[in-house]
Structure formats: C-alpha cells, structure tokens
T-cell receptor, first 109, second 120 residues
Framework: SQQGEEDPQALSIQEGENATMNCSYK?????LQWYRQNSGRGLVHLIL?????REKHSGRLRVTLDTSKKSSSLLITASRAADTASYFC?????????FGDGTTLTVKP | GAVVSQHPSRVICKSGTSVKIECRSL??????MFWYRQFPKQSLMLMAT?????????EQGVEKDKFLINHASLTLSTLTVTSAHPEDSSFYIC????????????????FGEGSRLTVL
C-alpha cells in the first residue's frame, strides 16, 4: 500500500484563492517532498522538507511538517489557472520513496 | 539543477514483444534508482529499487521476470518489460537519488519525464 494518504482527493477553487492539501504518512521519514504533475506528464519537484524542519517556503508555496502527527500540508497562495495539476507528497525513508494518492487541483479562471 | 533523462518518452509495441526503457542521471551519480508505474488518474506505485552493481529489490506483487531491471553504471538503469501484453500499458517513471550532494547532501530524488508504454 502507498505510504502516504492525501486529502482532499480533488479540490476546485477560483483563481486568486488559496489551496491547501494535506498528506499523512505511516512510518518514520528522512524527508518529505511535494511534486506536481500535469496531465500525462512527468513529475516536477516543488519543495523538500527535512524531518527536522517544521515549515518551508518557496515563492507562493508553503509546506509544513508535523512529525508527531506524521502529516504535512502544502499551501499554494494566490492560485492561478496554471496551477491546475495533480499534487503528490512523497516520503523518503528506509531507503525508498513512496507516494501518496495525490490531490487533483483545479483552479478556475 | 540535476537532470534525469528517460527514453523513450513514448513507445507503442505489439503484444509479445519486449520493450526497454532507459533512465539516465545526466549530471550526477546515482547509486540508487527507483522505478514506478502509474495508472491513469492514480498515484505512482513503486515497482523496484535499483542499486548499482547489484540485483534490484522488487516490491511485493511485482513480477521480477516480467520487469527486468539492470543498473549497470552509476548513471544508467534500464527497465525491460518482457513479453509485453496490453495490461502492461502504463506510464513508467524512474527516479534517481543524488549521491554526490548536488542537492545539498539531502539525497534528493530527481525524476525522469516518464515513458508511456502502449501495448497493442
């Protein structure tokens, strides 16, 4: 089974709104990464947060990590139509990286 | 930034043939590469972990004789889908772990663009 579970599975918002996606995992990790995937394309790395970090920012992205709850969140602020994609969290630990189920984000113009 | 190249990006083959997909780390050495399979509108399923110079470690339920993995060098891993059938049609993605610390020593994973296999 997949290491991570994400919610919501699908999210639809208006351009300019913020989008929050959550990821929960089961085992200990070294780091957690968020990726974006446009339909039919490969993965694009967004941000990596290490297990000893609690929050990280990159442009309009904000990621939090709570290792006590084994959860992470990805916040996209001031969303744009071009942010429409699937977003996956991937946990890296025990020598391998496994993915959550993903959140499909639709940003309406 | 680090680049992982996957080739071919698309392949169509007849049932019963074998298809090889290459995964190369272009500007870093990768002792470990991973192969994933993704069905439409689903997440990535880890198939196997490929270690340079040793046998791949397959996840439960993945047929090692069907999906042959070779990691002959620090920059190249190959996945061969043997005797492909329509049910093997899928999107296959590889990733490579940066050993050299290009990504600041985090061992960050870098992904290829993926290879879409269609078996007729």
């Amino acid at each position: 089974s997949q290491q991570g579970e994400e919610d919501p599975q699908a999210l639809s918002i208006q351009e300019g709104e913020n989008a929050t996606m959550n990821c929960s995992y089961k085992t200990s990790i070294n780091n957690l990464q968020w990726y974006r995937q446009n339909s039919g394309r490969g993965l694009v790395h967004l941000i990596l947060i290490r297990s000893n970090e609690r929050e990280k920012h990159s442009g309009r992205l904000r990621v939090t990590l709570d290792t006590s709850k084994k959860s992470s969140s990805l916040l996209i602020t001031a969303s744009r139509a071009a942010d429409t994609a699937s977003y996956f969290c991937a946990t890296d630990g025990r020598g391998k990286s496994t993915f959550g189920d993903g959140t499909t984000l639709t940003v309406k113009p | 930034g680090a680049v992982v190249s996957q080739h071919p990006s698309r392949v169509i083959c007849k049932s019963g043939t074998s298809v090889k997909i290459e995964c190369r780390s272009l500007d870093f050495q990768a002792t470990t590469m991973f192969w994933y399979r993704q069905f439409p509108k689903q997440s990535l399923m880890l198939m196997a972990t490929s270690n340079e110079g040793s046998k791949a470690t397959y996840e439960q339920g993945v047929e090692k004789d069907k999906f042959l993995i070779n990691h002959a060098s620090l920059t190249l891993s190959t996945l061969t889908v043997t005797s492909a059938h329509p049910e093997d049609s899928s999107f296959y993605i590889c990733s490579a772990r940066d050993r050299s610390g290009l990504a600041g020593g985090t061992g960050e994973l870098f992904f290829g663009e993926g290879s879409r296999l269609t078996v007729l």
